[in-house]
């Protein structure tokens, strides 16, 4: 995957609007519901203390501002829709960690470690609601109404895409058969969903006509594709001090697509072993060495990593189509490659 991309100069001052618009939308939630998601967001501690942290990296909502800059669009006009798309992500996250039994992420317990599971779902619901209450704020600036009520269904329509993927990775997890083609429709409702709606959001809502908007959701769908293999990657071979995890995705029997590629691909004692280790739950540490040592031989992690690749060219051949000129299109082409070069 080559030299590593650190995160672009350019997501700085779009995090501050976006996370001055999001902090605007939380601040305004009812107040103990709001402690809980101030916390997911890494802005306070579970006492209620300011903490500075900062929870995830901003890419979708990211990518959104972009999307309407690359179009010649006001991007002060789409703060909504960018803070919209951020907390769809933040609820799923939430609801991600429970149904995963995770207890830390980034480094802190999650929500529901410190306030229980049923605490957690209201915090997930809170964020998916204020998303919707988010995008209509969007008439404050001077979008048309019929403009707001196509982005509302096309979030909608991502959410509902998104779950989905969510099922199917839940459902995955009890299951030794799943092939690459069946990953790759899990991924690409789960995690390429959002991405194409980021995407293709900051388009319409940036420009008149609706001409290039599905090159801006292919786009984004492909390169929602090549995160989250990345992140797959990562969640593997990453480490502990710059992901936060240790192979945690093995010990947690996670279909990864390095995984997945492993057990369609191999065969005899390796592929027994793969399916003894992936029916134990979870697999010890011990287990997940031996699971790391198999995909190695496959050479899963450079089947994931030429994978990654390809979807990475894929997004670019549709903002090429565009026809737009570099200008426009660097911005976006800086952001697609920091994610496919992270470490983190």
Request: proline letters at 2%; hydrophobic letters at 35%; aromatic letters at 8%.
């Amino acid at each position: 995957m080559g030299a590593k991309c650190s995160l672009p100069q350019s997501f700085a001052p779009y995090r501050n609007a976006v996370r001055a618009e999001l902090e605007n939308t939380i601040d305004s939630s009812l107040p103990s519901l709001r402690n809980l998601l101030r916390y997911h967001m890494g802005w306070q501690d579970e006492h209620g203390n300011p903490c500075g942290r900062e929870s995830g990296k901003f890419i979708r909502s990211t990518l959104c501002i972009l999307s309407c800059q690359a179009v010649g669009g006001d991007t002060s006009r789409v703060m909504s829709a960018a803070a919209a798309v951020e907390l769809v992500h933040n609820f799923s996250l939430i609801h991600d960690d429970i149904e995963d039994g995770s207890h830390e992420r980034h480094h802190r317990p999650t929500v529901w470690k410190l306030w229980g599971e049923s605490q957690a779902i209201n915090a997930g619901d809170a964020m998916f609601t204020l998303a919707y209450s988010t995008l209509l704020k969007l008439s404050e600036k001077g979008i048309a109404d019929e403009k707001i009520v196509s982005s509302i269904e096309m979030l909608s329509r991502a959410c509902l895409e998104l779950c989905d993927g969510q099922y199917l990775d839940v459902d995955y997890e009890n299951r030794l058969d799943i092939t690459v083609k069946d990953y790759l429709d899990m991924a690409a409702k789960k995690t390429a969903a959002l991405f194409g709606v980021s995407t293709s959001l900051g388009a319409y809502l940036g420009s008149e006509g609706s001409e290039l908007v599905n090159f801006f959701r292919l786009f984004g769908r492909q390169l929602g594709i090549a995160y989250q293999i990345c992140d797959d990657i990562l969640g593997i071979w990453g480490t502990v001090e710059r992901v936060g995890k240790s192979a945690g995705d093995i010990s947690q029997r996670k279909k990864t697509l390095p995984v997945v590629y492993g057990l369609q691909n191999s065969e005899g004692t390796a592929r027994e072993r793969l399916e003894g280790l992936y029916s134990q739950k979870p697999i010890g540490d011990k287990g997940v060495s031996e699971v790391m040592k198999i995909l190695n031989q496959l050479g899963a992690r450079d089947y994931a990593e030429d994978l990654a690749e390809q979807y990475y060219q894929g997004a670019l051949a549709q903002l090429e189509a565009t026809g737009l000129g570099a200008s426009r299109q660097d911005p976006l082409k800086e952001t697609a490659c920091f994610i496919l070069k992270r470490d983190f």
